[in-house]
């Protein structure tokens, strides 16, 4: 026998039953984004790797060491995706959204790669839906940002399963003040911290705050607070925006050790997690992004926005509240008869041609076999049609529910079955 090719680790495939989750997720998304007035975009899969070193940062983890880069035949650098914020920006500047509407509210889904160890929730290939507003510095588009996706959870039924950890790590000149006293902190202990965060000391000291290694953990837990250190102006913004998720009766939590792993944010930052989850255990995460237009080359237009690992949110999903999904068969035609058989097709045809989702066995099988296949398929109604059937023009209808059977003409199936449907 051949050898079997097997997949790449740390990527899924995703099979038709579990694929109807992803609608069904899907389908809530979508929807909360119409009602939040956002509108898809849909940007490609690969990018000039230039835009990530550039717009999530040489020294985060995700451009050190996490990205799936290649030359193509122009001997360009190139790189799948590793997330969607700077290939949506890159897209707004070069696209001119700017001139169409001076807030632009953008959502999108898809896959993104990241070379990562995989493990539960943590893969080489996820997908993520996400959104963005670009055009607006005030606190009302942080809030609406945060409520957008309360909203999915809600929908979900999960919101209360779930805790959104929230920080402000302020403007650049709050950051600053932050990064002096904090590395003043620091650096009497500066031999005890791990040798991750003794290389991030100079370079940037903030993500220290996140390490997950025991001794720097206890360090941090008395350093001074970001908080601490805002200016007027990221201290209000930050009030503001935690007022108006009072008012929405959004619960949020004060996280001071949130950080978040890539270079572009400013000022309020944020983060959803499930105790569902093991290690990894953020659904969703985002916050401001006020420089980065700006930096990749566009105008000084401020920005906010967050993404979702679809993976992790439907394993969440799973385990708390599974979405509900039915099989969407309306109709499974069984055929008895050598001469019956040729003439299915056509029948069937015409009922897929008029919107009935309907289904017929192609391998000959017994008149059981295709019950048990009807049943399996979980079709709403099974059509049975013999030679005497066949000469009087019906088919023998039963829900497969009540298990009520009557003889229904060819002509009639159609309306029969969508009009039982629509009650
Ligand atoms: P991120 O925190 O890197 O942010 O990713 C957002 C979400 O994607 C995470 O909370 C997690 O649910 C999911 N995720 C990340 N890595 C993996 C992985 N290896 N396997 C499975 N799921 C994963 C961003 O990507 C930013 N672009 C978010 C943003 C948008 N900020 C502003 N706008």
Redesign the pocket.
């Known amino acids: 026998m051949a050898q079997k090719v097997q997949r790449v680790k740390g990527v899924n495939d995703i099979l038709p039953l579990e694929a109807k989750q992803w609608q069904a997720l899907e389908h809530i998304v979508k929807q909360v984004m119409d009602r939040y007035a956002f509108g898809e975009i849909r940007p490609p899969i690969f990018e000039k790797t230039e835009l990530f070193a550039r717009g999530v940062g040489e020294d985060t983890d995700i451009v050190s060491k996490e990205m799936y880069s290649f030359s193509d035949m122009s001997k360009s650098s190139l790189t799948l995706r590793p997330?969607?914020?700077a290939g949506v920006v890159r897209s707004y500047i070069q696209n001119n959204l700017q001139q169409i509407s001076p807030v632009q509210k953008l959502w999108y889904e898809g896959p993104m790669f990241?070379q990562?160890r995989p493990q539960k929730?943590?893969?080489r290939q996820?997908w993520?839906f996400?959104a963005?507003a670009i055009g607006s510095p005030n606190p009302e588009q942080d809030a609406e940002m945060i409520a957008l996706f309360y909203a999915i959870l809600k929908e979900l039924g999960i919101e209360k399963s779930v805790t959104l950890k929230i920080n402000s790590i302020g403007d650049g000149e709050s950051r600053a003040l932050y990064r002096s006293a904090l590395q003043e902190f620091l650096r009497p202990h500066l031999s005890l911290l791990s040798e991750t965060s003794q290389k991030r000391f100079e370079s940037n000291p903030l993500r220290i705050l996140d390490s997950k290694a025991p001794n720097d953990k206890d360090l941090v837990k008395d350093a001074p607070k970001i908080r601490e250190c805002l200016n007027d102006a990221s201290a209000t913004h930050y009030a503001e925006v935690l007022k108006m998720l009072e008012a929405m009766d959004i619960p949020y939590v004060q996280d001071d050790l949130l950080v978040?792993?890539?270079d572009y944010y400013t000022h309020t930052i944020f983060?959803f997690t499930s105790n569902a989850l093991g290690a990894q255990d953020?659904?969703?995460?985002?916050?401001r992004?006020n420089d980065l237009i700006k930096e990749l080359g566009g105008q000084d237009v401020p920005a906010i926005?967050?993404?979702?690992?679809i993976?992790?949110l439907l394993l969440v999903v799973d385990e708390l509240q599974p979405l509900k999904t039915d099989s969407g068969l309306d109709l499974f035609l069984i055929v008895q008869g050598e001469d019956i058989r040729v003439k299915a097709p056509k029948l069937i045809h015409e009922w897929r041609s008029a919107g009935l989702n309907c289904d017929l066995d192609t391998l000959r099988r017994s008149m059981k076999a295709q019950m048990r296949e009807a049943n399996r398929q979980e079709a709403r109604y099974v059509a049975i049609l013999g030679e005497e059937e066949f000469d009087q023009g019906v088919v023998q209808l039963k829900n497969f529910e009540t298990g009520e059977q009557e003889a229904v003409s060819f002509n009639d199936v159609v309306s029969t079955i969508k009009k039982a449907l629509s009650s």
Not at 282 to 287: K, L, P, R
Not at 305 to 309: E, F, I, L, M, P
């Open positions: 997330e969607l914020t990241r990562e929730g943590r893969y996820f993520q996400g963005e978040r792993g890539l983060e953020a659904i969703c995460g985002g916050g992004y926005g967050w993404a979702s690992g993976e992790r």
